[in-house]
């Protein structure tokens, strides 16, 4: 049998070589070095894991791992050592950094944490790696690219690789589950499930889909809000791989590359793709951690009544027995459904009973507590017991005893009472210390506590809260909307449901808001079932939800105009044909193409073109109407869409401001440029009445505006047949 530190350092040789080797396998060749480096992340976690004491022997077994890998992939021993140098610094540096920094333990389940970890593990020594590169690699001859090239391509390598493959080791590294039951989960068929979908949809949307990197993230996206953060990192490390192969084996037709500073842009849209989801992973695996741990909570305080070691008995207004301890039960020799329901009074013998009718519940009803009183107590066997009882009372909103807690204990058992008061008060400091806002109410939906998180989220204090309705104190708005919410406290009173997870956003007494994630769950008399109040509880997932926003924003705009992509122009034209069809109206699509754009952008070259699009967008949304769209549907090719005019010369009069707006003189820079649009129309219901026929008409109509000189408007005619461009 091996001793423990040789299976770790073949564990370590091995996984490095099988990773760098992966990665090599991996390489795209029109970048002419791998560009999903994932061997240097493995390397960190390693380290990380080994400690200090054995990092020198952790090196030398990477640094083996690194040597079989390039010498596997044909490289000779020089090359193999100029290639490994960097590497190893890169690893160095990544471990070193979250040793120093163990936050690294909350990465899945906090995006902060998150953030600290990818730019001190994966941004840091990418930077220094690249930097490295340079003088060992471009220096020597190893690798024949520019510096520039050079640099840059072993950035992004190492970025991505990192980026995908560390999330996932640290996770791993910080699991609180066993390896058997991690194992389980993520052979569930929900987990396989979503693994399948993200990889598949990689695999179909990089050579099919337009914008493809747009898809990618979604199924993970999926997966971050149902499932826990090591599946997601899980995913993304599988959705890297699926698109390194796809890339590999030619499956996605990379652009071609005209200066050293676009090979950044080759891949980086797969980060951004795959780092969003695990920050979203992050905040919901952070959420369902406090929700978890308030349920406990709770149920640890309905245990602890129930298991206290000492007699205790809940009363109503009327002095009857509504909830009792087993302690009290097993004291006295009684069973519980003989007890809840009945008088106190049933339970002393006659002196005691005399006491409390003439002395003892007057003044309990004036006061609302009583302590030390002695009584004597009946066992179901007919024994008598000497007991003190103390009891604290809660009056309604008209000064009526609604409820009392009574502890009733050996007169031999003083000390058992003290302890029992000091743990109630520990109990009743670790509820106030939980991070959501929890907020009790009674049966008439005002606040009977507040807690100090309530305090924070919403402004008020707890003694401005109490007894004040849950909805003048908790105000929420409608995420869409913004328009008020009715209070939901009155509606799960009046019902008797619950509310379970609805999002609405709160509103803070210094005009300030947040998005907050909301529960009510009702409080009901355990033997009648009546309603005594409700329990509200809410988090603040005001980061999860924006992060959400910015997504959706991304797949629905341009991301160089920031206009509607051809994705939001479908579904706005379906809305608008249905409005069309239904009210009897008119729509109108136009296509509008940049007259003698590739001149410009071939002489001036793509910044000044992207800029002057840019520029010519924001004249053309200037010249239309808020109801209107403007959409860029690639290039120099823009879309407006006007879903509601009265006659067809609306859109020409529309189209003629257009040519108006852009007919301006744009300056660029030193340059001067000036521009014109062909813009071909095609009216609902006169060119068409569904989509494609508006949309393919309107083109066509378009190539004729260019055929006939440019610069001007084209209605699509019934003798028109579909053009090519001129």
């Known amino acids: 049998m091996w001793p423990s530190w040789l299976r770790w350092l073949v564990a370590v040789v091995v996984g490095c070589a099988l990773l760098a080797s992966l990665s090599i396998a991996l390489s795209c060749r029109a970048v002419g070095m791998a560009t999903l480096w994932y061997a240097n992340a493995f390397g ?10 054995r990092w020198r022997s952790t090196l030398a077994a990477l640094a083996a791992g690194l040597l079989v890998a390039n010498g596997v992939a044909g ?99 910080a699991r609180s589950t066993s390896a058997d039951a991690l194992v389980r989960t993520l052979l569930g068929v929900p987990s396989l499930g ?45 959705v890297s791989l699926a698109v390194g192969a796809t890339i590999s084996r030619g499956g996605l037709d990379l652009p071609q590359v005209s200066g050293d500073w676009q090979t950044l842009l080759l891949h980086l849209p797969l980060l951004a793709a795959l780092l969003p989801p695990l920050l979203l992973a992050a905040a919901m695996e952070s959420a369902r951690g406090r929700q978890r741990a308030l349920e406990r909570e709770r149920e640890r ?19 009857r027995i509504v909830a009792v301890s087993q302690r009290w039960l097993d004291h006295l020799g009684y069973l519980a459904d003989e ?64 409820r009392a807690l009574a502890i009733v204990e050996d007169v031999t058992r003083k000390r058992l009472a003290e302890q029992l008061a000091v743990q109630f008060q520990r109990m009743s400091v670790m509820l106030a210390s939980i991070g959501d806002a929890v907020i009790g109410t009674d049966e008439r939906g005002c606040i009977v506590s507040f807690n100090p ?32 919410l009715a209070d939901p406290v009155l509606a799960c009173l009046r019902d008797g449901d619950g509310v379970r997870a609805q999002a609405a956003r ?42 959400a926003r910015t997504l959706v924003r991304q797949t629905q705009h341009d991301a160089l105009t920031g206009l509607p992509n051809r994705l939001l122009l479908q579904d706005r034209l379906q809305q608008a044909l249905q409005l069309a069809r239904r009210m009897g109206g008119c729509l109108a699509v136009m296509f509008l193409d940049l007259d003698h754009f590739k001149l410009i952008n071939d002489r001036q070259g793509h910044d000044v073109g992207d800029e002057l699009l840019r520029q010519v967008a924001c004249s053309v949304l200037g010249a239309v109407r808020a109801s209107d769209t403007v959409c860029r549907l690639g290039g120099d090719e823009f879309v407006v869409l006007l879903p509601q005019i009265n006659l067809a010369e609306d859109a020409a009069e529309v189209a003629r401001h257009i040519l108006a707006a852009v007919s301006q003189p744009y300056r660029i820079g030193a340059v001067s440029l000036q521009v014109s649009f062909s813009i071909g129309i095609a009216v609902f219901p006169d060119d068409g009445e569904d989509e494609a026929t508006l949309m393919r008409r309107a083109d066509t109509a378009m190539y004729r505006a260019k055929r006939e000189g440019r610069n001007g408007l084209r209605f699509h005619h019934a003798h028109d047949t579909d053009l090519g461009a001129p």
């Open 194 to 238: 979503l693994m399948a979908l993200s990889v598949g949809t990689a695999v179909f949307a990089l050579p099919y889909l337009p914008f493809p990197f747009v898809y990618l993230g979604l199924p993970i996206l999926l997966a971050a809000v149902r499932q826990p953060y090591v599946h997601v990192a899980l995913q993304v490390w599988l």
């Open 339 to 402: 007890v809840v329901g009945r008088r106190v009074t049933d339970f002393l013998d006659e002196p005691s009973c005399r006491r409390i009718v003439g002395e003892v519940w007057p003044n309990f009803i004036r006061t609302g507590e009583c302590r030390d009183i002695e009584l004597r107590m009946v066992c179901r066997d007919g024994q008598l017991v000497d007991v003190l009882l103390s009891a604290t009372g809660e009056h309604d909103a008209q000064g009526r005893m609604a």
């Open 44 to 53: 960190a976690c390693c380290l990380l894991v080994a400690g200090r004491p």
């Open 506 to 547: 709160l509103l803070h007494r210094d005009a300030s808001s947040r998005v907050i994630r909301e529960t009510i769950t009702p409080m009901r008399d355990p033997d009648t079932g009546t309603l005594l109040g409700a329990v509200a509880t809410f988090q603040d997932t005001t980061t999860a939800h924006e992060l």
């Open 301 to 319: 305080l309905r245990q602890l009544y129930e298991r206290t070691p000492a007699m205790l008995h809940s009363i109503d207004g009327d002095g």
């Open 75 to 173: 490289a000779d021993l020089q090359s193999a050592v100029l290639y490994a140098v960097p590497n190893l610094g890169e690893m160095a540096l990544g471990g070193w950094l979250l040793a120093r920094h163990p936050d690294w333990r909350q990465i899945h389940r906090s995006p902060r944490a998150g953030g600290q970890v990818w730019w001190r593990a994966v941004l840091l020594p990418a930077l220094l790696g690249a930097t490295l590169a340079v003088p060992l690699l471009g220096a020597t001859g190893v690798a024949p690219q520019s510096t520039t090239n050079l640099w840059l391509t072993w950035f992004e390598g190492s970025l991505i690789g990192t980026a995908a493959v560390l999330p996932l080791g640290l996770a791993l590294a």
């Open 453 to 484: 998180a309530a305090v924070e989220m919403t402004g008020w204090t707890a003694e401005q809260a109490i007894d004040q309705f849950y909805g003048t104190v908790v105000q929420r708005r409608d995420l869409d909307s913004g328009e008020p």
